[in-house]
């Protein structure tokens, strides 16, 4: 379908640019094709792990804490996500995503945690109302280990210029823009996600060891608003995955107020980029940080 579906784009890039046509419609992509691996991998990198599991907190005391999380930079076949591999994305937007993160204990042994990304632009990109809340507890508590378990969620934006890079768009020559984009994008991704994990921590104060294993359910959108030629483009993009993750971590007391943890995140992504060989898993290992401040 991909060699199928190109000569009517050029074709529709040749019309004058007076006669704008306008493609929409909603495509529900498959598991493995390679624009749902992308929207996964974005929508990874967003999770909001535990850092070491749910704390035992008194009612309404609270943490706050800053997360940090690395998005490894792809290469030039990783980007190449485009009308099922075809067409290369400008995905390389920013290094890390960052989010503040507040933590309340509730009666009954529950903790609820509330993360929110601020809206910083970086390279044309920046996050709208983007909330993740999780409700967790402890399961059971020993001198030497922990088990907790917690569902969470995540609702939001993120908008940026995607499909037809500031840099690339509006430039004749045909090696620079090989799409023929005629202005920057406006493509809006949702990052909506649901799901549950356990987290087993251990290790004599100040230090703390913690695994998790996860399943989070995917289910990202993407509205391209591209302007190619004469064609808007349009289309919506639809991908829902359920993947499997888990992170290994280590995590320091420093005082009685501050804490500091450091924590691996893995998560396997299938995907299809040549159609005629199989799946591959092509995942995402992130390295991320947390400082931590304890309050009252």
């Not at 907190?57 to 996500?81: E, Y």
Request: aromatic share 8%; net charge neutral.
């Amino acid at each position: 379908m991909r060699h199928l579906c190109l000569p009517v784009v050029f074709v529709l890039l040749a019309g004058p640019a007076s006669a704008q046509v306008v493609t929409s419609g909603n495509q529900l992509l498959g598991s493995d094709r390679p624009e749902t691996w992308a929207m996964n991998y974005v929508g990874a990198t967003t999770l909001m792990t535990t850092f070491g599991g749910t704390e035992s907190m008194a009612p309404w005391h609270w943490n706050g804490s800053i997360d940090l999380g690395q998005i490894p930079r792809l290469s030039a076949d990783q980007q190449r996500v485009g009308f099922d591999g075809f067409k290369q994305e400008d995905l390389n937007k920013s290094p890390v995503f960052g989010r503040v993160r507040l933590s309340v204990g509730l009666p009954g042994g529950w903790v609820a945690d509330v993360g929110w990304t601020p809206p910083v632009t970086i390279n044309g990109l920046h996050t709208r109302d983007l909330f993740a809340v999780a409700l967790g507890r402890q399961l059971l508590a020993t001198d030497e280990f922990q088990l907790s378990a917690r569902v969470f969620g995540q609702h939001g934006t993120a908008e940026g210029d995607i499909t037809c890079p500031a840099d690339v768009a509006g430039v004749a020559d045909p090696d620079i823009n090989p799409a023929g984009c005629i202005a920057p994008s406006r493509d809006r991704i949702a990052l909506r996600h649901y799901g549950t994990d356990m987290t087993l921590s251990w290790g004599p104060t100040p230090w703390h060891w913690h695994g998790s294993l996860g399943v989070v359910r995917m289910e990202p959108e993407v509205q391209v608003d591209a302007l190619i030629g004469s064609v808007r483009d349009r289309t919506r993009l639809v991908a829902r995955s359920v993947l499997p993750y888990m992170a290994r971590g280590v995590g320091r007391d420093l005082g009685n107020r501050w804490g500091l943890g450091l924590e691996v995140l893995y998560v396997p992504l299938a995907v299809r980029r040549d159609p005629d060989a199989g799946r591959q898993n092509d995942a995402l290992t992130s390295v991320r940080m947390q400082l931590r401040y304890r309050g009252q």
